[in-house]
């Protein structure tokens, strides 16, 4: 994934241009306020040519951008919108806001309504950075935070955060091993069609085993990246 300048800037059309046959895996917007900029962005890597692949990520680091979450996540509905994730920015919403710094009990709120607005149009929501590199107790709790949350992971600016936050945002021995009995347990030629079963003694619904077939593509997906 590639940061880019404002796209309505000299700078950040000259990235589009550069980025746009090197096919990243997505291009982040910066600043963004409206589901525009994210659509115009879009249309423009499709004239340069760049593969449907390339998704957009959208940075939601002013108080603009939380007011209007919904409406910029609407723009994944939009062929030319490509986006494929919302990020928080919360060093720029602190100072936008005037929010003193650590702040983060503060946008609590802020960070509930941007991960609505994700969920609501079915795409990933990003927790924002931790800037406190010698602090690695607090960063590890604020990772255990936005995974509570329901964040799916969180922006790191050094690589001494990426086990970590993996660690946090991975699903852990236990979760694999309830995620593996669910599939088992649904995939039994006797319950493939039923809706609700008893497992271990508690009632699980079918929607667990998509629950369940996430849990197990993400630890996939980590091992992957770090083999």
Known sequence: MVRINPPET???????????????DAILVPKVRTSDALI?????LRRLGAPLATRVWAMIETPMAVVNAAEIAGAARDVDGRLGALVIGPNDLLKASRIRPPGRAALLPWLMNVLAAARAYEIEAIDGVFTDLKDATGFEAECAQGRDLGFDGKML???SQIGP???AF???AEELAQARRLMDVFDAPENRERGVIAVDGKM???LHVEAARRTLAMAEAIARMTA
């Open 40 to 44: 115009a962005v879009g249309s423009r």
């Open 204 to 206: 699980v619904e079918r």
């Open 157 to 159: 600016i050094h690589p």
């Open 170 to 172: 991975g699903p852990n």
């Open 10 to 24: 000299e700078d950040g059309e000259a990235d589009l241009v550069a980025l746009a046959p090197a096919a990243p």
């Open 165 to 167: 936050a993996n660690a």
